[in-house]
T-cell receptor, first 111, second 117 residues
Framework: DAKTTQPPSMDCAEGRAANLPCNHSTISGNEYVYWYRQIHSQGPQYIIH???NNETNEMASLIITEDRKSSTLILPHATLRDTAVYYCIVRVLFLGQNFVFGPGTRLSVLP | ETGVTQTPRHLVMGMTNKKSLKCEQHLGHNAMYWYKQSAKKPLELMFVYNFKEQTENNSVPSRFSPECPNSSHLFLHLHTLQPEDSALYLC????????????????FGPGTRLTVL
């Protein structure tokens, strides 16, 4: 079972920041938070991951709360091509642990 | 382009047919994965191979038979499938499925859309 909860859907205006929340209240100290997205009829695409500190790359920023029980993925300037299902995943840090995808958040970027 | 290719992209087969799905990765990775994504369901992990050895079979029915001849290629052999097996089958690769540090992100192919009649 997925260890995260996300809203099923969100809308965002084109050009505005999209803030996608994720709750992972049972996260343990050695679990990373990963974000993937899946554009319709394509394979999932890795976005970003983090452990404790906030992270930023060319695609997005990841903000993790101090207690690590929730996080937010930020797309700073959403475009129509960012319309996708976004998955928040926590992954235990031991041998052989695999990714468990939940239902994710369907983000619709509106013109 | 993620460096992971899958063929065919679409496949229609009868319940008595035998077919194979192919996945190839050009990333120098050592781990490869098969996932199933049914309509309106989350991705389900099916098989994991690491350095050509199968390390996980997620209770997949025997009508699905994986094969990993080398670290770059992964096959999924299909026989006597059922209509409920119709789904998007996704292949992924990563550097090493046993990697202890975070950052072992998986790169996915575009998938094969399978329809079983």
């Amino acid at each position: 079972d997925a260890k995260t909860t996300q809203p099923p859907s969100m809308d965002c205006a084109e050009g505005r920041a999209a803030n996608l929340p994720c709750n992972h209240s049972t996260i343990s100290g050695n679990e990373y938070v990963y974000w993937y997205r899946q554009i319709h009829s394509q394979g999932p695409q890795y976005i970003i991951h983090g452990l404790k500190n906030n992270e930023t790359n060319e695609m997005a920023s990841l903000i993790i709360t101090e207690d690590r029980k929730s996080s937010t993925l930020i797309l700073p300037h959403a475009t129509l091509r960012d319309t996708a299902v976004y998955y928040c995943i926590v992954r235990v840090l031991f041998l052989g642990q695999n990714f468990v995808f939940g239902p994710g958040t369907r983000l619709s970027v509106l013109p | 382009e993620t460096g992971v290719t899958q063929t065919p992209r679409h496949l229609v087969m009868g319940m008595t047919n035998k077919k194979s799905l192919k996945c190839e990765q050009h990333l120098g990775h050592n781990a490869m994965y098969w996932y199933k994504q049914s309509a309106k369901k989350p991705l389900e992990l099916m098989f994991v191979y690491n350095f050509k050895e199968q390390t996980e079979n997620n209770s997949v029915p025997s009508r699905f038979s994986p094969e990993c001849p080398n670290s770059s290629h992964l096959f999924l052999h299909l026989h006597t499938l059922q209509p409920e097996d119709s789904a998007l089958y996704l292949c992924a690769s990563s550097q090493d499925s046993r990697k202890l540090a975070g950052g072992d992100e998986q790169f996915f192919g575009p998938g094969t859309r399978l329809t079983v009649l």
